[in-house]
């Protein structure tokens, strides 16, 4: 049983940074595509972004593309989401998820396995 837990969300203000991090157990040497969605209140689940399973493939939605990086650590199992000059409007609850493959689309019915969310504010 695949187990997705993230951590390092918290309150940051405008222009600031945040890690948040996805430690995959439950099914080593599999190959996860691994992403991360974010969804706001009242809003839909979007994708950040994503990351094949070697780390040789990557996307990211056009608002963070230059501000966000998205990599993995694959001796830990960790997947990492760098979140530079943050704005207001990134703020949401953040979720990691993973799948078997690298194709599109890149959205969450796509995604088999999700952690449980971490918050990230960013204030004005």
């Known amino acids: 049983q695949v187990q997705l837990v993230e951590s390092g969300g918290g309150l940051v203000q405008a222009g600031g940074s945040l890690r948040v991090s996805c430690a995959v157990s439950?099914?080593?040497?599999?190959?996860?595509?691994m992403a991360w969605f974010r969804q706001a209140p009242g809003k839909d689940r979007e994708l950040v972004a994503a990351i094949s399973w070697n780390g040789g493939d990557t996307k990211l939605r056009d608002s963070v593309k230059g501000r966000f990086t998205i990599s993995r650590d694959k001796a830990v199992d960790t997947v990492h989401l760098q979140m530079n000059n943050l704005k207001v409007e990134d703020s949401a609850v953040y979720y990691c998820?993973?799948?078997?493959?690298?194709?599109?689309?890149?959205?969450?019915?796509?995604?088999?396995?999700w952690g449980q969310g971490t918050p990230v504010t960013v204030s004005s």
């Open positions: 998820a993973g799948r078997l493959g690298w194709y599109e689309p890149n959205t969450p019915d796509t995604y088999n396995y």
């Open positions: 439950g099914s080593p040497g599999r190959r996860y595509t």
